[in-house]
């Protein structure tokens, strides 16, 4: 669920804007896990998701061009729209590719660790379902309003899972907040030529065996068509009651287990939200930057490992 969470961060800001203003938008992202766990169990966990969940995002948008940066990838997108540049901070590579090749590189990796079709019947067998709502709150973010939309999956699991259920909470700025606010505005705009290509969320849909999840991809789609701006704070929360009444059997000393809270949780907030100048080097391949196929940088956007063709020997060690 973590690299769906990285991946569809990386699918949402595919498309370039149409306006003018020079605006920037940092997002700080937050990973816990519940106490349920014990420390070292823990820290195991948040280390292992350090590679594929990225600590912050910033988006940057100047003259139609936008830019999505974080740890794990830059996503440069040219006024057009169509045409692209991937960079990989880590390796130091980058890819010049159109919008429809990164789409086809994506489906090719996709495909390739995709697990055997007999695991994605079984899964898909499963009962699962989404519903979407606004919930009637509302917080203020950087000083702007904003209302909080919910959508929840619940997936029943075999035993000992048994039920599960992710709550996503999206706060987007209110119209007359969008209309006041200069970078609002370029956000909404930028927000509507991205979710013009949202469907294209749906290709990770097409190849996990998890219920419900081309559902939950449309949910999301949907939940961005029916609003005009950009998410400025969001949280997912994991809940799975029947593993935390199965821990209570055996709780860790001094250790209160409530069922009802999450397992995990992921926040994104807004570290900044401005209009100042955008300098043009952002948007400039580094010189010690090496060309690669497109494949390989998509991979950086999901490091896993391909699943080998069928009667292939297994890996020595």
Same mark, same amino acid.
């Given at each position: 669920?973590?690299?769906?969470?990285?991946?569809?961060?990386?699918?949402?800001?595919?498309?370039? *804007?149409?306006?003018? *203003?020079?605006?920037?938008?940092?997002?700080?992202?937050?990973?816990?896990?519940?106490?349920?766990?014990?420390?070292?169990?823990?820290?195991?966990?948040?280390?292992?998701?350090?590679?594929?969940?990225?600590?912050?995002?910033?988006?940057?948008?100047?003259?139609?061009?936008?830019?999505?940066?974080?740890?794990?990838?830059?996503?440069?997108?040219?006024?057009?729209?169509?045409?692209?540049?991937?960079?990989?901070?880590?390796?130091?590579?980058?890819?010049?590719?159109?919008?429809?090749?990164?789409?086809?590189?994506?489906?090719?990796?996709?495909?390739?660790?995709?697990?055997?079709?007999?695991?994605?019947?079984?899964?898909?067998?499963?009962?699962?379902?989404?519903?979407?709502?606004?919930?009637?709150?509302?917080?203020?973010?950087?000083?702007?309003?904003?209302?909080?939309?919910?959508?929840?999956?619940?997936?029943?699991?075999? &035993?000992?899972?048994?039920?599960?259920?992710?709550?996503?909470?999206?706060?987007?700025?209110?119209?007359?907040?969008?209309?006041?606010?200069?970078?609002?505005?370029?956000? *909404?705009?930028?927000?509507?030529?991205?979710?013009?290509?949202?469907?294209?969320?749906?290709?990770?849909?097409?190849?996990?065996?998890?219920?419900?999840?081309?559902?939950?991809?449309?949910?999301?789609?949907?939940?961005?068509?029916?609003?005009?701006?950009?998410?400025?704070? &969001?949280?997912?929360?994991?809940?799975?009651?029947?593993?935390?009444?199965?821990?209570?059997?055996?709780?860790?000393?001094?250790?209160?287990?409530?069922?009802?809270?999450?397992?995990?949780?992921?926040?994104?907030?807004? *570290?900044?939200?401005?209009?100042?100048?955008?300098?043009?080097?952002?948007?400039?391949?580094?010189?010690?930057?090496?060309?690669?196929?497109?494949?390989?940088?998509?991979?950086?956007?999901?490091?896993?490992?391909?699943?080998?063709?069928?009667?292939?020997?297994?890996?020595?060690?």
């Amino acid at each position: 669920m973590v690299r769906q969470c990285s991946f569809t961060l990386g699918l949402v800001v595919l498309w370039a *804007a149409t306006g003018m *203003a020079d605006v920037t938008l940092r997002q700080s992202v937050t990973l816990n896990f519940s106490s349920l766990f014990p420390e070292a169990v823990r820290s195991a966990m948040q280390e292992s998701v350090k590679s594929t969940l990225p600590s912050g995002t910033v988006l940057q948008i100047k003259n139609g061009r936008a830019v999505s940066s974080s740890a794990t990838l830059t996503i440069m997108m040219e006024a057009d729209g169509n045409r692209i540049t991937l960079l990989n901070p880590k390796s130091k590579q980058y890819a010049n590719t159109t919008y429809s090749e990164y789409l086809d590189a994506t489906q090719g990796v996709l495909k390739s660790v995709a697990p055997p079709a007999q695991a994605q019947q079984a899964f898909q067998n499963l009962h699962h379902d989404v519903q979407t709502k606004k919930t009637g709150q509302f917080a203020m973010i950087q000083g702007v309003r904003a209302e909080e939309s919910l959508i929840v999956a619940t997936m029943q699991m075999p &035993s000992p899972a048994g039920t599960m259920r992710m709550e996503m909470h999206y706060w987007i700025a209110l119209p007359d907040d969008i209309r006041r606010v200069p970078a609002l505005k370029e956000l *909404a705009d930028y927000a509507e030529q991205s979710r013009r290509k949202l469907d294209a969320a749906n290709l990770v849909g097409s190849f996990t065996p998890m219920p419900g999840m081309t559902e939950l991809m449309g949910a999301i789609r949907d939940l961005m068509k029916d609003n005009i701006g950009w998410p400025l704070k &969001s949280s997912t929360k994991m809940y799975a009651p029947a593993m935390v009444q199965a821990l209570q059997k055996a709780p860790q000393p001094g250790q209160s287990l409530d069922p009802n809270a999450p397992m995990m949780e992921i926040l994104m907030d807004v *570290a900044e939200l401005s209009t100042n100048p955008v300098p043009d080097s952002v948007f400039s391949v580094p010189a010690d930057y090496q060309a690669a196929p497109v494949e390989e940088l998509v991979k950086a956007l999901m490091p896993v490992q391909s699943r080998p063709p069928a009667g292939a020997p297994a890996p020595s060690h």
